[in-house]
């Protein structure tokens, strides 16, 4: 059982007033643009997040229809949706393939926000997957052609080994991509913006497809 005694206390009322002090009103639904207050938010979460502000949670469901949820990290996000790299026979290609919808978290914890998307998955095309795999570091590229992710490590030993035998096998020459490493797109279908405010009176802005552009509401916290 877990120690009460590590779990934090509930705010208190100065507590509330003191974190959000300050902070700016969501846009007016009229003039909200879900891809330009994301880059908003992505442009200061860069410079106030300590660590890996571009992270992301992962959610997905398996074959027995549980679902299955982990970090990673964006590595584009436009108006076609947001794009992440793994590799695909990982426990979450597999389950991608099965079944392309996924649910994304981004949680700024420094800004006391998070944005929420839900959508339809694709994989990236070949070229894009090579563009973003050459400006992987090179170690990171041996890693990923000796990792068979998900699936059972004998001990620490053996993937080092493996990446020390993929070192000798490309040598000094350029390591291509792996045929089972790339991409995927996630095309929003829904976002929702969410900030934390005083006593839990909490902003929720919500974005649902529809056409060509976007109809946008507010909920209750």
């Known amino acids: 059982m877990t120690d009460k005694t590590l779990i934090p206390p509930s705010p208190s009322e ?3 007033v003191r974190q959000v002090a300050g902070a700016e009103p969501l846009p007016l639904l009229s003039e909200a643009d879900p891809f330009a207050l994301f880059n908003d938010w992505l442009r ?3 410079a106030k997040e300590p ?3 571009n ?3 992962l959610a997905t ?3 027995a229809g549980l679902p299955d949820v982990r970090m990673v990290l964006l590595k584009e996000a436009d108006a076609r949706g947001f794009v992440f790299y793994s590799n695909v026979g990982s426990a979450k290609g597999q389950e991608l393939a099965a079944n392309p919808k996924a649910a994304l978290l981004f949680h700024w914890k420094s800004l006391r926000r998070q944005v929420r998307v ?3 998955v694709t994989p990236v095309s070949p070229e894009e997957a090579d563009a973003y795999w050459a400006t992987r570091a090179r170690p990171a590229q041996l890693g990923a052609w000796a990792s068979d992710q998900s699936r059972p490590l004998p001990d620490r030993l053996a993937f080092e080994k ?3 035998e993929f070192g000798l096998k490309f040598g000094l020459g350029k390591v291509p991509r792996p045929p089972h490493w790339s991409g995927w797109r996630v095309a929003p279908e829904t976002l929702e913006f969410w900030r934390d405010r005083p006593f839990r009176l909490h902003e929720r802005l919500v974005f ?3 056409g060509d552009g976007w109809t946008t509401s507010r909920l209750f916290p």
Request: no cysteine.
């Open 208 to 210: 649902a497809k529809s």
């Open 55 to 57: 992270a992301m949670s």
């Open 61 to 63: 469901v398996d074959a």
């Open 162 to 164: 493996k990446i020390a």
């Open 118 to 120: 839900r959508g339809a």
């Open 51 to 53: 660590n890996d502000a």
């Open 44 to 46: 200061e979460a860069v």
């Open 14 to 16: 100065d507590d509330y």
